[in-house]
């Protein structure tokens, strides 16, 4: 075989193998952390039957997804791979449900009222007196305190540091009062938030529009090199379900940072953490 023919089979052999690599599954049984509890609370969301969300990859799980793909007419692996992963950030609309409605048992007729002595004997009875109810006292309802809105917002410029440095402590105090707010899957609201969602918020209450995707946001602002070059209020990202930036937050300052995790909503987390140090992927400065 010559050499040319050799060279250009090791080529084509390289391409199929770096492929399959490329398609591999992100999340399968044995799966452990962060990732594994998005998955199987966006299961629960869509409706499929999960016991709890534990963060490890077992077999209920797997049999979830199963489900879902099969739903979703995704390839019916068990595993998480890209596609499934899209379709589940898709918030899929719960699945039909095997069991028949129960039908309604027909309304019973209430029991009728015994004869009385008086009635029997045929003798009129006296009509009762009856004191007519005096109408109850309505509460005063309290008008609900509602927060003030948010300015109107502006589309922030990429690749250019945009937040004014005097707005920094305004901003971190706006992220630090929604701490405790749970997790939710897609969530953009005080009610629930994703990572994302959660900055996309925050940023919003200032006047300043920003993408709602992770990997969007990560497009914003110039990148640093050091981590030691983050000042507070630059944005902060990680890789978590896929390569890139799919995963972000708020830099707060000696090292810490604000944002939202699967299991313990919005809190403060350190850089150096040991579950989000291996993950770090860059920050990029935005205050100017």
Request: charge should be positive.
């Amino acid at each position: 075989m010559g050499r040319g023919k050799k060279i250009f089979l090791a080529a084509v052999f390289a391409l199929c193998w770096g492929g399959t690599v490329a398609a591999a599954p992100l999340l399968k049984i044995g799966a452990q952390g962060h990732d594994v509890r998005v998955v199987q609370e966006a299961l629960q969301r869509a409706g499929y039957a999960i016991e709890g969300v534990t963060g490890i990859f077992d077999e209920a799980t797997r049999e979830a997804v199963l489900a879902f793909q099969r739903d979703q007419q995704l390839t019916e692996s068990g595993t998480v791979d890209r596609a499934t992963w899209h379709a589940l950030r898709r918030r899929p609309p719960t699945p039909p449900s095997d069991s028949s409605p129960e039908q309604a048992s027909p309304a019973s007729k209430p029991p009728a009222k015994a004869e009385s002595p008086a009635a029997s004997s045929g003798e009129a009875e006296p009509a009762a007196k009856t004191k007519e109810p005096k109408p109850a006292k309505e509460k005063e309802k309290k008008p609900e305190k509602k927060e003030p809105a948010p300015p109107a917002a502006e589309k922030v410029p990429e690749s250019a540091a945009f937040l004014p440095r005097k707005e920094v402590p305004k901003l971190i105090a706006t992220a630090k009062k929604y701490l405790g707010t749970p997790y939710r899957f897609g969530g953009t609201t005080p009610k629930g938030f994703d990572c994302s969602g959660f900055v996309q918020f925050v940023f919003h209450r200032h006047g300043f529009a920003i993408p709602r995707a992770a990997d969007e946001q990560y497009k914003l602002g110039q990148r640093i090199k050091k981590r030691q070059e983050l000042e507070p209020g630059d944005l902060v990202f990680f890789t978590t379900y896929e390569k890139g930036a799919s995963h972000c937050g708020i830099y707060l300052g000696k090292n810490q940072f604000i944002h939202v995790s699967s299991r313990r909503g919005v809190h403060v987390d350190n850089l150096d953490d040991e579950y989000w140090k291996p993950r770090w992927y860059g920050g990029k400065h935005i205050v100017k």
